[in-house]
């Protein structure tokens, strides 16, 4: 086991995560029992996803930002060792020891995932049940930085060659690993990256990276790669927290110019988990200001507001370079509700 420590684990079994091998976590998000017991879908049904059939999971608890909005315990929560210190020092060699392979971390989500959905038998629709026990979507995003898991190409393939689609949401510090994606042509479904806080002072306040002077260095690197051109969809994630984040529009639209993603999409903070103790509950933006934020955005970038959710406090841009609708999952659209949450 390379988990940090046994008060982490603790903390973390506490919050309902299923911990497995050595640094694979799984989790259910509050959309796969409102989709199962209220016919209520998250905001990923724009793109076609059944919230339901959904996996929420990271090969890796380790992350090399410590975001004051992030609902995740850091370390320095609970006065613990920063987990990417024994990460940058390890020997690269050595990573097997810290990290499961691609088929154990499937193994351990796909029966983490079972564990979680077991119980809800009784109360639901069969066929629903056995549909949410047969998942088709995987989210790297639970908690820590999915690429720096070592394998994350070998991971999107062996997860494509089940049928699955993939979505990644990476904070952009580490270029090399979206390179190794591009070189070994092993592409996720969608890519998000989250756009940081812009302007140096306000991105080290935000994001507080371990690794303070090349931090936003590489995520202008993973920018101008994509921008380049990638032969997957892409998201410019922006989250933001009003008094902290939510501001100057023309710093976020000069980095979507560079990145050129598929879709923006513009993500209030939600106050919960351990954001809970390091902001107050009125950084939550409503959802008229993400609105309102969103269409200065599309003044200053070309792109068109074309969803919106308000339970979810989000909305989508898109410059229609890709259908929102996934192509391979055009099928799902009837089958999801229509309506904003």
Same mark, same amino acid.
């Given at each position: ?58 090969? #890796? ?5 410590s ?10 929560? *609970? ?74 190409? /070998? ?8 049928? %699955?689609?993939?979505?990644?949401v ?11 994606i591009? &070189?070994k ?25 371990? /690794?303070?002077?090349?931090? %936003? ?29 939510? =501001?100057?529009? /023309?710093?976020?639209?000069?980095? *979507? ?6 879709f923006? &999409? =513009?993500?209030?903070? =939600?106050?919960?988990?351990a ?11 409503s959802h008229?200001k993400? =609105?309102s ?24 841009? #898109? ?19 229509? /309506?904003?949450?």
């Amino acid at each position: 086991m390379s988990f940090s420590d046994q008060k982490m684990q603790n903390l973390l079994k506490k919050q309902k995560y299923q911990l497995y091998g050595k640094n694979t976590s799984v989790k259910k998000c509050r959309w796969t029992h409102n989709a199962l017991r209220e016919n209520r879908y998250c905001y990923k049904r724009f793109y076609g996803i059944r919230s339901h059939q959904c996996i929420q999971f990271s090969p #890796t608890l380790i992350c090399n930002f410590s975001c004051q909005f992030c609902w995740r315990i850091h370390e320095r929560d *609970i006065d613990l060792p920063d987990m990417y210190d024994s990460y940058r020092n390890r020997d690269k060699d050595k990573l097997e020891l810290m990290f499961d392979r691609p088929k154990e971390v499937i193994k351990g989500i796909l029966l983490g995932q079972k564990r979680i959905i077991c119980g809800y038998k009784p109360f639901v629709d069969l066929e629903k049940y056995n549909e949410a026990m047969n998942p088709k979507h995987a989210t790297l995003s639970l908690t820590g930085e999915p690429f720096l898991y070592p394998w994350i190409p /070998e991971l999107i393939n062996e997860l494509k060659a089940l049928g %699955m689609t993939v979505f990644i949401v990476t904070n952009g510090s580490v270029p090399e690993t979206l390179l190794e994606i591009l &070189e070994k042509t092993s592409f996720p479904t969608q890519l998000y990256v989250t756009l940081p806080a812009p302007g140096e002072k306000l991105f080290l306040r935000t994001h507080r990276p371990a /690794e303070k002077l090349s931090a %936003m260095r590489k995520i202008w690197s993973t920018l101008e790669i994509i921008g380049a051109g990638v032969p997957f969809r892409t998201v410019g994630r922006l989250t933001v927290a009003e008094g902290l984040n939510l =501001v100057d529009p /023309e710093g976020y639209a000069k980095m *979507i110019s560079v990145m050129k993603p598929s879709f923006i &999409e =513009v993500k209030g903070v =939600v106050h919960v988990g351990a954001a809970e103790k390091r902001l107050p509950r009125s950084v939550m933006p409503s959802h008229k200001k993400i =609105v309102s934020f969103s269409l200065e955005l599309e003044k200053l970038t070309g792109y068109k507001l074309v969803k919106q959710s308000q339970v979810s406090r989000l909305v989508i841009l #898109t410059n229609n370079s890709y259908p929102l609708l996934i192509p391979e999952l055009q099928s799902n659209a009837d089958l999801l509700p229509n /309506e904003d949450d």
